[in-house]
C-alpha cells in the first residue's frame, strides 16, 4: 500500500480554519442552504445587538450577543469540517503539481529523433525513453521493456516492469525509467493526462454533488423550510395567548429544529469518503461511482491476474499421440516468437530452460498472427503456407475439426488433467494436426477464500469470468471459493453477465486490466482498472487501483457502505437530537405565561434563557465533536444491509434522543452561572 497515508497535519487544521472564515461569505454559504439561514439568524440578532428594539420587543443586548456569538461558532464549525476534509485532497493535489514539471522527449520523427518539450506532445506521437529519464506523457510501450519507478504516481516505491504487448504496457507522464529503453506512443494530449486528472480529482475541483447528496439534501432543505414556517407562525398563536415572543429567541428555536448537525456535516462526509479511498490509492472518478460501490449486489472478477497471481508462465510441453516433446516444443516455439504476451514469452523461455533450441529458421518471413480474445489463439502463417496455431484447447480444436483434420485419442484426457490442477492447457496444432498441449501454471493467490467468505456476509455475490476452459475455471473456483464462474468467457460474454445482473435491478462491478475487459469495465456501475493495465481498461473504467491488486475492490465496496452509512447515521443523530431541544426550549418559551409549562421542563433547567443557550450551545458544538467520526466513517462490520440499517438505527436513534438530554443539561449548568 501507499506510503502517502498522512494525518491530518497541523498546517492543514490552521488553513482549514482560515477557510472557515472565508467560507463565511454568503454566495459561498448560499451552496448550503441550511447553514445560510444560520447565517442570516446570526446577522439578524447582530443586528440586535446594536439595536436592541429594531423589531419591538427587547431581551437583553448580552442575551442577543450571546447568541449571536453561538450562531457564528455555529457557522464556523459548519465550515471547518468542510474545509478540514477538502484540506488532505489539496495538500495531496500540492505535491502531485511539484511532479508536473517541464520534461524533455526525445520525439521519434521518420529517422531522427528530436529532442521537444513534454508539453509539444499530442496523441499518436512516438517517444524514445531511457534508463534515468522521465516518461514525458502516457502512453502505451509499443517497442521493449523496461523497469519503470511509479512512486510520484503511487507512492510504491518498488520498481514495475513495462513492457510492449499484453496487459503491462501502460506508462504514466511523470514516471521515471530505470533500466533498459522504450519506444512509447502517446495516447494523451496536454492538459488531459492521467496526472493531470489526478490533480483535479484529489483537490476536488471537479466535486459534484452525487445524487444520492442532491437528495438528502432536498430533504434538509424541505425540513428546513417546514421548521421555518413553523417559527414564523408562532408568534401568531402566542399573541393570540396574549404573549411576545422575541425574535433571537425564535431565531435559537429555528436553528436548533432546522437539521444543522447534518447540514454542516454533509458535504465533509462525502468529501472524506472520496478521501479515503484516494488515501487507499485507488482514484475515483467521481463522488457516485464511490457511492454505487457502497450498493452493489454483484461482484464480476477475472480470473488471470485477479484471482490468481496471473504470470500464467509454461512449466510443461506435454505431447499427444506419437509426437515427441521435441516436436510440441518447436511448434509451441514457432507459435511464440513474435508473441508479446507473458503467456507467449513464457514459452520460449521454457524452451530455453530445457536446453531445446528456437526455430528461428521455420518462422523466418512468416505472418504473426496476435493473440485476441475472440480467437483465444494465436500464432503464425509460413511463408511455406503451412499455418501454425497455439491457443485454448476447444478453440484449436475447433480450428482444426474445421480443415477437417482428426482430434488425437488422449488429447481430451491430458489437457483435462491440466485443467483440473488449476492449469491452462494451450492445445498446438499446424494446420490439420494437433502435436500436444502447453501447460500453463498460475496460482492463486493466499487469502481469497476470506475475502469471498466477508463479501457473502455483506450479501454480495462474486462471480469469476474467465476465457479459460471449464475444468480450469471450476478447479479455479472452487479453490478460491467464488459464488459461481462463467469459462470460456469472450469479452462480449462479460458485458452480457453484468447486463443480466443489471436487468434483475441489480448494481454491478467489475474488475479488469485488459483491453478485453474495457467495454465491460464500462458497463459495469463501478470499474475498478489495474494502474498496471492497458490505458483502454483505465479510460472505459470510473477507477483506477494504483495498486493495482484486484482484490481491494472489497475494501473500495466497504468504504462506499461506510459513506452511505455514515451519512444515514448522522442524519438520524441530527433528526432525533430534536426531541431533546423541544423540551428544553418550548417550555421556556411559554413559561413566564403558562407556569405549568414547567412540567415539561424535565431536565430541570435553571432558567428560560440558559435553556435556550444550553440547547443552541449544544446544536454548535455537537457539529465539531462529530467532525471525526463524519471524517473517519462509522464503524463498519460485514453484514447485511437490513442487520446493519437495524443496528444503526438503534444506536444513532436512541443514541441521538438521549445524547443532548444530558448534554443540554451538562451545559446548563455551566451557564446557569453567566445568566
Ligand atoms: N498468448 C496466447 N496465445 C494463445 N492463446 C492464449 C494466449 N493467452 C491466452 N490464451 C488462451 O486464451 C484464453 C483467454 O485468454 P484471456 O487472457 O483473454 O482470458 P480472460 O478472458 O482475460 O480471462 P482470464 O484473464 O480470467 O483468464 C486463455 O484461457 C488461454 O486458453
Ligand atoms: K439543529
Ligand atoms: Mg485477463
Not at 437 to 458: A, H
Not at 553 to 558: D, F, G, Q
Request: glycine share 8%.
Amino acid at each position: 500500500m501507499s506510503n502517502r497515508k498522512s494525518a491530518i497535519s497541523r498546517d492543514i487544521a490552521l488553513e482549514a480554519i482560515k477557510q472557515s472564515f472565508i467560507k463565511l461569505d454568503p454566495r459561498i454559504m448560499l451552496r448550503n442552504p441550511v447553514m445560510f439561514v444560520v447565517e442570516l439568524g446570526f446577522i439578524v440578532t447582530l443586528v440586535l445587538v446594536v439595536k436592541p428594539d429594531a423589531f419591538g420587543g427587547a431581551v437583553s443586548w448580552g442575551f442577543n450577543l450571546s447568541v449571536a456569538l453561538i450562531l457564528l461558532f455555529t457557522v464556523l464549525f459548519a465550515n471547518f469540517a468542510e474545509a478540514l476534509a477538502e484540506g488532505r485532497g489539496k495538500a495531496q493535489a500540492d505535491s502531485l503539481k511539484r511532479t508536473k514539471r517541464e520534461i524533455t522527449a526525445n520525439k521519434v520523427s521518420g529517422q531522427t529523433i528530436k529532442t521537444v518539450p513534454s508539453t509539444e506532445l499530442r496523441k499518436g506521437d512516438v517517444v524514445v525513453v531511457s534508463q534515468g529519464e522521465m516518461i514525458p506523457g502516457d502512453g502505451e510501450v509499443i517497442e521493449g521493456l523496461a523497469s519503470v519507478d511509479e512512486s510520484a504516481i503511487t507512492g510504491e516505491s518498488a520498481p514495475v516492469i513495462k513492457e510492449a504487448g499484453g496487459d503491462f504496457s501502460s506508462v504514466t507522464g511523470g514516471t521515471k525509467v530505470i533500466s533498459d529503453r522504450i519506444k512509447v506512443r502517446i495516447t494523451s494530449d496536454p492538459g488531459e493526462s492521467f496526472l493531470d486528472r489526478m490533480i483535479s480529482l484529489v483537490e476536488g475541483a471537479k466535486r459534484q454533488k452525487t445524487p444520492n447528496e442532491i437528495a438528502l439534501n432536498t430533504v434538509l432543505v424541505s425540513l428546513t423550510l417546514i421548521f421555518l414556517i413553523v417559527v414564523i407562525t408562532l408568534p401568531v398563536f402566542a399573541n393570540y395567548l396574549d404573549i411576545t415572543l422575541d425574535i433571537p429567541i425564535l431565531i435559537a428555536l429555528l436553528v436548533c429544529l432546522i437539521p444543522t448537525t447534518i447540514g454542516g456535516l454533509l458535504s465533509a462526509i462525502g468529501i472524506a469518503g472520496m478521501d479515503r479511498v484516494t488515501q487507499f490509492n485507488v482514484l475515483a472518478m467521481s463522488g457516485k461511482a464511490v457511492e454505487a460501490s457502497g450498493d452493489i449486489n454483484t461482484i464480476i472478477l477475472d480470473k488471470t491476474g485477479t484471482i490468481t497471481y496471473g504470470n500464467r508462465m509454461a512449466s510443461e510441453f506435454v505431447p499427444v499421440g506419437t509426437y515427441s516433446v521435441q516436436e510440441v516444443a518447436s511448434w509451441s516455439a514457432a507459435a511464440s516468437i513474435q508473441d508479446e504476451t507473458p503467456e507467449g514469452r513464457s514459452v520460449l523461455e521454457l524452451l530455453s530452460k530445457l536446453g531445446l533450441s528456437v526455430p528461428d529458421k521455420i518462422a523466418a518471413g512468416a505472418e504473426f498472427i496476435e493473440f485476441k480474445a475472440e480467437t483465444r489463439m494465436s500464432g503464425v502463417d509460413l511463408p511455406d503456407g503451412r499455418r501454425v496455431r497455439k491457443g485454448a484447447v476447444d478453440a484449436v480444436k475447433e480450428w482444426v475439426a474445421a480443415q477437417g483434420g482428426v482430434i488425437p485419442e488422449g488429447l481430451q484426457e491430458k489437457s483435462d488433467a491440466i485443467a483440473s490442477a488449476g492449469g491452462t492447457p494451450l492445445a498446438v496444432a499446424v494446420d490439420q494436426t494437433i502435436y500436444g498441449l502447453i501447460y500453463l501454471k498460475d496460482t492463486v493467490k493466499p487469502g481469497m477464500r476470506e475475502r469471498f467468505d466477508q463479501m457473502r456476509k455483506m450479501g454480495i455475490k462474486t462471480i469469476m469470468c474467465t476465457g479459460d476452459n471449464p475444468l480450469t475455471a471450476a478447479t479455479i473456483a472452487a479453490e478460491a471459493g467464488v459464488d459461481a464462474f462463467i469459462a470460456e468467457s469472450k469479452p462480449e460474454d462479460k458485458i452480457a453477465v453484468i447486463r443480466r445482473e443489471q436487468a434483475e435491478g441489480k448494481l454491478v462491478a467489475m474488475t479488469g486490466d485488459g483491453t478485453n475487459d474495457a467495454p465491460a469495465l464500462a458497463q459495469a456501475d463501478v470499474g475498478i482498472a489495474m494502474n498496471s493495465g492497458t490505458v483502454a481498461a483505465k479510460e472505459a473504467a470510473n477507477m483506477v487501483d494504483l495498486d493495482s491488486d484486484p482484490s481491494k475492490i472489497i475494501e473500495v465496496v466497504s468504504i462506499g457502505k461506510q459513506l452511505l452509512m455514515t451519512r444515514g447515521a448522522l442524519t438520524t443523530f441530527s433528526i432525533a437530537n430534536d426531541i431533546a431541544k423541544y423540551f428544553a426550549i418550548i417550555p421556556a418559551m411559554f413559561m413566564v405565561a403558562i407556569p405549568e409549562m414547567d412540567a415539561l421542563n424535565i431536565m430541570r433547567l435553571h432558567s428560560p434563557l440558559s435553556a435556550i443557550l444550553s440547547a443552541l450551545i449544544f446544536n454548535a458544538v455537537i457539529i465539531p465533536l462529530l467532525i471525526p467520526l463524519a471524517m473517519r466513517g462509522v464503524a463498519y462490520k460485514p453484514m447485511s444491509s437490513s442487520r446493519l440499517l437495524g443496528r444503526n438505527l438503534l444506536i444513532f436513534g436512541v443514541g441521538g434522543v438521549i445524547v443532548p438530554f444530558i448534554g443540554i443539561k451538562l451545559i446548563d449548568l455551566i451557564v446557569q452561572f453567566m445568566v
